[in-house]
């Protein structure tokens, strides 16, 4: 996953959420209303047992329940210490309308995620 640097004005702008290693972030099935932004720390997302991926500073995820149905699709947990930044639908909105490279890198996150899973 690539790191972007357009997501940084993030750090500034919203409170941190502090989470300990493997303490469970979200779970598949559960209602979401946030996406996360990785200050520090890594983050591992899991379906069924198996690693999708693990994430590090300066990546998003939990995006999906923003865009589509607020359903989580997959399990995160933090792998190590983690300081992560929650962003909810409302401000998700107002990012991406005020902030056209904060909407263009998570478009550039969703297609590699794409490209990743139609390559395995």
Request: proline share 2%; hydrophobic share 40%; glycine share 6%.
């Amino acid at each position: 996953m690539t790191t972007s640097p357009n997501f940084n004005f993030l750090k500034n702008h919203h409170p941190v959420e502090n989470y300990s290693i493997g303490q469970i972030i979200f779970t598949e099935g559960q209602v979401g209303d946030v996406m996360y932004y990785i200050k520090s720390g890594e983050v591992q997302i899991t379906l069924h047992g198996k690693t999708l991926v693990t994430l590090g500073v300066g990546e998003i995820f939990g995006e999906m329940a923003l865009i589509e149905s607020h359903i989580r699709f997959a399990n995160a947990h933090a792998v190590t210490e983690c300081e992560l930044i929650a962003i909810n639908e409302r401000d998700f909105n107002f990012l991406i309308q005020e902030h056209p490279y904060f909407a263009l890198n998570v478009m550039r996150v969703l297609t590699e995620r794409l490209r990743k899973k139609a390559e395995s």
